[in-house]
């Protein structure tokens, strides 16, 4: 049997993610792929897969899923409510799925991308290397009701639910930052406002960016107004003509002429694009030589993630079919080591 996924209600921005396509800036397509590309980690890890399998970005919500051939997945990211048949399902955790189970994943609780990833990975067709969709691009595109995702084969059918315990990002909090060329055109009162104001992601935040609010004037430079193009990436903190600032994500532009305050850390990005609208954001200046630790330390955080995983227990309550199993194999009478040596 062919395995597949096939979606009969979708979310408001479901798209196929991976880890993207590097090496096509200078051809004006940025590197996409996931924006918290920490839970396509999380997610291969639980299915003890490598992290370049495509996985399902869910955009605050998910939506229904019919699964066709049994599989095993994984749920990671902004946590949402999600049942299988009706029995909730452990967020952070893999979950064997069998022929024709319906999936159903509501709304996050916190956070704003959730992640289903299956074993053996969505077989969607590449474009550029990639499985991802860049909207902004126009490479592939939203999935809708009566999509239907092909899944590779599982390496690893007979492998136990897992669950994963993460650090949260899902509450804003500080933000490490470097800084950039353009960092000094602003003045230094500028840049210290910059890094004591609290900042919300606004609601025009998408897969390009995070534009975000705050209360205060403008932040403007003292020079530069007129920067000539030049290359961009995710993680830039653009100060728009309207002196606001747009932390650039996964599909952001290639090149523009606004002056970049800041770099955020690709380890913290997560934390950016996962803030809902009443979340505070910070930022906080590091060195490089700071910025390159935090940044070895995360790699490896992610190459130890599937030795952190532990076996996921069911609820009692949601065992269905409690009476079915084998519950007193091995029970004792209790009076056994009062029996006499010849009767045992």
Known sequence: ???????????????????????????????????????????????????????????????????????????????????????????????????????????????????????????????????????AANIGGLLGAGDRLPVGDDPDEGAMSVFLRVPDRFSGGDIRVVATLHTSLFSTAEVERFTQTNFQRSLRSNRQGAALTFEGPPFTPEAGQSILSEPMISGDIQMTGDGYPFVLQSECQTAGGFARMAQVLPCDLPIVAQATPDKVLRFRFVTFEDADLAYQSYLTDLRNLRGQTRPLVRRVEDIRDLLSYQLISGAVTGWETDMPEDSK
């Open 1 to 135: 049997m062919i395995r597949s996924v096939t979606i009969l209600r979708a979310g408001p921005a479901l798209t196929i993610q991976d880890l993207g396509r590097p090496g096509w800036h200078a051809y004006g397509v940025s590197n996409g792929g996931a924006v918290d590309c920490m839970a396509l980690h999380e997610g291969a890890a639980l299915l003890g897969q490598t992290a370049g399998y495509a996985a399902l970005e869910m955009h605050s919500f998910g939506g229904d899923f019919l699964i066709e051939g049994d599989c095993r997945i994984a749920l990671t990211g902004a946590p949402m409510i999600a049942h299988l048949d009706g029995v909730t399902l452990a967020w952070n955790a893999s979950h064997k799925v069998k022929h024709g189970q319906r999936l159903s994943i509501g709304a996050a609780t916190s956070g704003v991308y959730g992640y289903l990833s299956v074993s053996g990975g969505f077989q969607t067709p590449e474009w550029l290397g990639s499985r991802s969709a860049h909207l």
